[in-house]
């Protein structure tokens, strides 16, 4: 198995086999992401990933999941992804899924049925990064994506039968758009109903245009008291959920909490308001955060 660069994946898919398909991010001009500073995207050739496939096949058949890397890959073409998801099946017997980061234009670039095609052939999970419900913040950040294509997005692949893993990003709003940024994720997430919720937090990476903007104070970060508050706020203005598993388990956050929604909305809360009442001590210490 070869590898290009910084290779990351969700939590989740810490077990998983990861398959790089493509390299980089297609987009890759948000502010506030350093991941593939030094990769340009580039769709890697298929004979590389069907070696590759076959290497790990022979290497550990036993896999039961997988994860096809880099930053989009679902904006490869349909053909060539069930391509790759039907070498996956031949060289896994006991493949039980396959994820994938995804955004709103890749999702809605696929037709419902390319989308049930692909999920019959294996793909069963997309992780999007939704990052802030507020076209606002969604602008500043160069994200280019509204939060209607993000709720349609993600709304026409669970109707495909892929589950999605949505990520919100606490901070991202600073200081100014800190409530309009809490209050509109949550509505916008209510409007997903997706399977999975994340919330992770805003760590400034050097060199980012984010990070120059923090430098040049035009840019404000959050407390860790403020974020918990936006955290809150967030789980507040979550209604209408059937049954969303919720985490904040990613090294980022101050204070891990896990449950479902709407079930668990009140414990989720109540804790939420006894660490704010404990004060710092009830946070992860600062070093031992981390992206």
């Known amino acids: 198995m070869r590898y290009r660069g910084t290779v990351i994946r969700p939590p989740s898919e810490a077990d998983s086999y990861i398959l790089q398909v493509t390299y980089g991010c297609s987009h890759n001009q948000c502010t506030f992401c350093g991941t593939y500073p030094d990769k340009p995207f580039e ?10 496939v076959e290497l790990a096949g022979r290497v550990m058949p036993e896999t039961r999941r997988v994860f096809l890397a880099d930053g989009n890959a679902l904006v490869l073409g349909t053909e060539r992804l069930l391509e790759i998801l039907n070498a996956l ?22 037709t419902p049925d390319e989308l049930r095609t692909l999920r019959e052939h294996g793909l069963r999970i997309a992780y999007l990064g939704l990052e802030s419900g507020s076209d606002v913040v969604l602008e500043r950040v160069n994200k280019k994506a509204t939060a209607d ?43 997903m109903d997706p399977r999975y919720l994340s919330l992770l937090t805003l760590m400034l990476i050097p060199g980012t245009p984010l990070h120059s903007q923090y430098e040049s104070g035009t840019f404000q970060l959050l407390t860790p008291e403020s974020l918990l508050r936006e955290m809150r706020q967030i789980i507040m203005n979550l209604d209408g959920l059937s049954g969303c598993l919720f985490r904040t388990n990613h090294a980022s956050n101050y204070l891990p909490l896990a449950g479902t929604l709407p079930k668990d909305k009140s414990r989720l809360l109540a804790t939420l308001d006894a660490a704010l009442a404990r004060g710092r001590s009830a946070l992860r210490p600062e070093s031992w955060r981390a992206l």
């Open 149 to 191: 294509e993000m709720i349609r997005s993600v709304q026409r692949a669970q109707e495909a039968g892929i589950r999605v893993s949505v990520i919100a990003l606490l901070g991202l709003g600073g200081t100014e758009l800190s409530q309009e940024h809490a209050e509109a994720t949550g509505r916008v997430v209510s409007a």
């Open 89 to 110: 099946s031949q060289a896994f017997p006991d493949l039980q899924r396959v994820g994938i980061y995804a955004n709103a234009r890749d999702l809605l670039a696929k």
């Open 43 to 52: 769709v890697r050739p298929i004979g590389e990933v069907l070696h590759d």
